[in-house]
C-alpha cells in the first residue's frame, strides 16, 4: 500500500525548516490551534496580490475579470472537496465560528421560538455553544445538553432521550479539539432527522483531517475553517443544502449580497452571494482553493491513515510517561490529538519548558471550558499533529516532558 | 528558559511562603487569569502604624503565577499602603529577576493586580 512520504511533504512547508532559536529547529505540534501553510497556498495569495489583485464581481476590466475567477474556481474546488452538489451551496464566512454564527442569526431566528429545544454537546468548542446560547436567550429557548462519558465520547443514551423533548435542532462537533474524539453524526443525524431535527455539525477538526462527503454525513449545515487545513486564516465556509439556504433570510447586509436596493428595501441575491455582504477575503479565498488542491494531491485517505499512525504512536510513548493522563478515547477511535494533564505541574509550566526545546503545544482550556469542567480540570496540555509531523518530533516531546518531570518532580 | 525556572522561582512554587487565609483580614481581593486558570486570592492585615502586618494567598496556578505572589507577599511585609499602591510591573520582574512575553507576564502579575484591587478597596464581584 503506498504511503504518505512525510520528509518530501515537510519540504513544502518553508517554517519547518526554521529554528525556534539557534540550533533548536521547530518542533510543530499544534496543528489543531492553526496548521502551517505549504508554499502553494503562500504562493497563490502573493501571485493574487502581486499580478491581479482588483476587487471582484461587476469589475469588468481585465483584473477584476482574472480576481473573479480566482475567487470563483476556488469555491468551485472547495465544493468538490466536500462533494457539494453545487458551489451555490458554499458559502464563504471569515472562518467557522462565523459560518455558526450566520445559521444561529438567520436560520435561528426564523426557525427557533419561545420554548423550542436546542441540542449542543458537552465537548464543543465555544463557538458552537456561545451563538446557540445567546439564540436561547434571546428567543427564550431551552437548551439540552449530551454529556461525556468518563472515555470521552457522547452519551448517546442520553441524546435518545432527549430526542423525545423534539428538538429543533442537534448542534455536535464532528470531531472534539480536546479530545480527539470521533463522534458518529451519520448514525446521529438519522436519528435527529427522524424526530424532524436539524443537523448542525462543526467540521473545524474534521474537515481537515479525513474525507468529508456532504452527501453521506448527514448534515443540514457543516462549517470549516481554511487556516486549520493548510490554508490562510480570515476564510472559513458554511455548507447547506441549497434548498435550506434558500428559505434562510440574509445575514449580513450590504454590498454584493443584494440584486436590487431602493431607498427604503432591498431584494437579495442569489446563493450564495446572498450570504456574503461587502469586499470578502479575497486572496484568503484563492488561498483556500490551493490548500484544497493540496490536501487532494496528497490524499485524504492517506492523511488520515498517516494521523492514525502518529496519534497511536504518540498515545504509547506518552503513557510510559509517569504522572501523565490523556483524555478522551483510545487512539484507534480518535483523531490526531492528545490533550493531558501531568500530576500537578500547570499546563503553561509544561508548555513553557517544552518551547525551550522547541517544541510547540498548546496549553490552557482550548475553547472548551465546559469540557474542562467536566473533567475537573482548569487547562490541559495538547499536542496535535498533523501530515507533516514524524515519530521523531513524538520524541522530542517526549524527551521534553521527562524535562518537566525532572525539574517539578 | 532555564533563566525562567531558575532555582529561586522553583523554591517559591514548591514552598510558598504566607500560603493559606487570614480570617478575619483588613481587606481581601481575589481575581483569575481566564486564559489559563490561574486563580488568586490574598487577605492582609494592616497594623496600627497603617503597614501591612501580616499577609496570606491562596489559588493555583502555573509556576510563575505562584511563585511571583509569593515573592510578592514576602516583599509587602512592613510596607505601608501607600508604598503598596506604589508597586509597578517592573517591581515584580525585579522579583522574579526574568525577562517574560505578553502571554507569561499575564501569569506574573495577577498577584499584582488581586493586590492592588485590594488595597483600592475594589469590590470583589463574585
Given at each position: 500500500?503506498p504511503k504518505l512520504?512525510?520528509?518530501q511533504?515537510?519540504k513544502d512547508?518553508?517554517i519547518l525548516?526554521r529554528?525556534?532559536k539557534?540550533?533548536?529547529?521547530l518542533v510543530?505540534?499544534?496543528s489543531?490551534?492553526?496548521a502551517?501553510k505549504p508554499?502553494?497556498?503562500i504562493?497563490a495569495m502573493?501571485?493574487?496580490?502581486?499580478l491581479?489583485?482588483?476587487?471582484i464581481?461587476?469589475?469588468v476590466h481585465t483584473?477584476?475579470?482574472e480576481a473573479?475567477?480566482l475567487?470563483?474556481?476556488?469555491?468551485?474546488r472547495?465544493?468538490?472537496?466536500?462533494?457539494?452538489?453545487?458551489s451555490?451551496?458554499?458559502?464563504y464566512?471569515?472562518?467557522?465560528?462565523e459560518a455558526?454564527?450566520?445559521?444561529?442569526?438567520?436560520w435561528g431566528?426564523?426557525?427557533?421560538?419561545?420554548?423550542?429545544v436546542?441540542v449542543l454537546t458537552?465537548?464543543e468548542?465555544h463557538s458552537n455553544l456561545v451563538p446557540w446560547?445567546?439564540?436561547?436567550?434571546?428567543?427564550?429557548?431551552k437548551?439540552?445538553?449530551?454529556?461525556?462519558?468518563?472515555?470521552?465520547?457522547?452519551?448517546?443514551?442520553v441524546y435518545?432521550?432527549?430526542l423525545?423533548?423534539s428538538?429543533?435542532?442537534i448542534c455536535?462537533?464532528?470531531?472534539?479539539?480536546?479530545?480527539?474524539t470521533?463522534n458518529?453524526?451519520q448514525?446521529?443525524a438519522?436519528?435527529a432527522?427522524a424526530?424532524g431535527?436539524?443537523m448542525m455539525?462543526?467540521g473545524a477538526?474534521?474537515v481537515p483531517?479525513?474525507?468529508?462527503?456532504?452527501?453521506?454525513l448527514?448534515a443540514?449545515?457543516?462549517?470549516?475553517?481554511?487556516?486549520?487545513?493548510?490554508?490562510?486564516?480570515?476564510?472559513?465556509i458554511?455548507?447547506?443544502r441549497?434548498q435550506?439556504?434558500e428559505?434562510?433570510?440574509?445575514f449580513?447586509?450590504?454590498?454584493?449580497?443584494?440584486?436590487r436596493v431602493?431607498?427604503?428595501?432591498f431584494k437579495?441575491?442569489?446563493?450564495?452571494?446572498?450570504?456574503?455582504?461587502?469586499?470578502?477575503?479575497?486572496a484568503e479565498?484563492i488561498?483556500f482553493?490551493?490548500?484544497?488542491?493540496?490536501?487532494t494531491?496528497?490524499?485524504?485517505d492517506?492523511?488520515?491513515?498517516?494521523e492514525r499512525?502518529?496519534?497511536?504512536y504518540?498515545?504509547?510513548?506518552?503513557e510510559?510517561?509517569?504522572?501523565i493522563?490523556i483524555?478522551?478515547?483510545?487512539a484507534?477511535r480518535?483523531?490526531g490529538i492528545?490533550a493531558?494533564s501531568?500530576g500537578?505541574v500547570?499546563?503553561?509550566?509544561v508548555?513553557?519548558?517544552?518551547?525551550?526545546?522547541g517544541?510547540?503545544?498548546?496549553a490552557?482550556?482550548?475553547c472548551?471550558?465546559?469540557l474542562?469542567?467536566r473533567?475537573?480540570?482548569?487547562?490541559?496540555?495538547r499536542?496535535?499533529f498533523?501530515?507533516?509531523?514524524t515519530k521523531s518530533e513524538?520524541?522530542?516531546?517526549?524527551?521534553?516532558?521527562?524535562?518537566?518531570k525532572?525539574?517539578?518532580? | 528558559?532555564d533563566?525562567?525556572?531558575?532555582?529561586?522561582i522553583l523554591?517559591?512554587?514548591?514552598?510558598?511562603?504566607?500560603?493559606g487565609?487570614?480570617?478575619?483580614?483588613d481587606?481581601s481581593f481575589?481575581?483569575d487569569?481566564p486564559l489559563?486558570?490561574?486563580?488568586?486570592r490574598?487577605?492582609?492585615?494592616?497594623?496600627?502604624?497603617?503597614?501591612?502586618?501580616?499577609v496570606?494567598f491562596?489559588?493555583?496556578?502555573?509556576?510563575i503565577?505562584?511563585?511571583?505572589?509569593?515573592?510578592?507577599?514576602e516583599h509587602?511585609?512592613?510596607?505601608?499602603?501607600?508604598?503598596?499602591?506604589?508597586?509597578?510591573k517592573d517591581?515584580i520582574l525585579?522579583?522574579l529577576g526574568?525577562?517574560?512575553g505578553?502571554?507569561?507576564?499575564k501569569c506574573?502579575l495577577l498577584?499584582?493586580?488581586v493586590?492592588?484591587?485590594?488595597?483600592?478597596?475594589?469590590?470583589?464581584?463574585?
Open positions: 500500500m512520504n512525510v520528509e511533504i515537510r512547508f518553508p525548516s529554528e525556534v539557534p540550533n533548536v529547529p510543530y505540534l499544534d489543531t490551534a492553526t502551517q508554499l502553494s497556498v504562493e502573493n501571485s493574487y496580490y502581486r491581479s489583485n482588483a476587487n464581481h461587476r469589475g483584473l477584476a475579470e473573479t475567477a475567487y470563483e474556481n476556488a469555491r468551485d472547495i465544493a468538490k472537496f466536500i462533494n457539494a452538489k453545487s451555490k451551496e458554499i458559502i464566512t471569515r472562518n467557522a465560528t455558526i454564527n450566520l445559521v444561529a442569526y438567520s431566528r426564523a426557525n427557533i421560538k419561545q420554548g423550542d436546542i458537552e465537548m468548542h446560547q445567546m439564540l436561547a436567550a434571546e428567543k427564550n429557548a437548551i439540552e445538553i449530551i454529556p461525556v462519558t468518563d472515555d470521552g465520547e457522547l452519551d448517546l443514551t435518545e432521550s432527549i423525545k423533548l428538538p429543533k435542532i455536535v462537533t464532528q470531531m472534539s479539539n480536546v479530545l480527539g470521533i458518529p453524526i448514525q446521529m438519522a436519528k432527522h424526530v431535527a436539524m455539525v462543526d477538526q474534521s483531517h479525513f474525507a468529508v462527503d456532504v452527501q453521506t448527514g443540514d449545515f457543516l462549517a470549516f475553517s481554511a487556516h486549520k487545513m493548510c490554508g490562510p486564516t480570515g476564510i472559513g458554511l455548507w447547506s441549497q435550506v439556504l428559505a434562510m433570510p440574509p449580513l447586509g450590504g454590498g454584493d449580497m443584494i440584486k431602493y431607498l427604503r428595501e437579495a441575491n442569489d446563493l450564495p452571494h446572498k450570504f456574503e455582504a461587502g469586499t470578502p477575503a479575497i479565498a488561498g482553493g490551493a490548500a484544497v488542491d493540496y490536501l494531491a496528497v490524499g485524504m492517506f492523511i488520515h491513515d498517516y499512525e502518529i496519534i497511536a504518540a498515545i504509547e510513548r506518552l510510559e510517561v509517569p504522572g493522563k483524555y478522551g478515547p483510545k484507534e480518535k483523531g492528545a493531558f501531568f500537578g500547570h499546563p503553561h509550566d508548555a513553557q519548558i517544552l518551547d525551550s526545546d517544541v510547540a503545544v498548546r490552557g482550556h482550548h472548551a471550558m465546559p474542562h469542567d473533567f475537573k480540570l482548569p487547562a490541559t496540555t499536542a496535535s498533523y501530515l507533516y509531523n513524538v520524541d522530542k516531546l517526549i524527551e521534553g516532558l521527562y524535562k518537566v525532572k525539574m517539578f518532580g | 528558559m533563566d525562567m525556572y531558575r532555582e529561586v523554591d517559591h512554587y514548591k514552598n510558598p511562603r504566607n500560603k487565609t487570614l480570617d478575619p483580614a481587606f481575589e481575581d487569569n489559563c486558570g490561574d486563580r488568586i490574598i487577605d492582609v492585615r494592616v497594623g496600627e502604624d497603617n503597614k501591612v502586618k501580616e496570606a491562596s489559588g493555583q496556578g502555573c509556576a503565577s505562584q511563585a511571583s505572589a509569593s515573592m510578592l507577599t509587602i511585609i512592613g510596607k505601608s499602603l501607600d508604598e503598596v499602591k506604589q508597586l509597578s517591581d525585579e522579583l526574568i525577562e517574560l505578553p502571554v507569561r507576564l506574573a498577584s499584582l493586580k493586590l492592588k484591587a485590594g488595597v483600592y478597596g475594589i469590590k470583589d464581584e463574585d
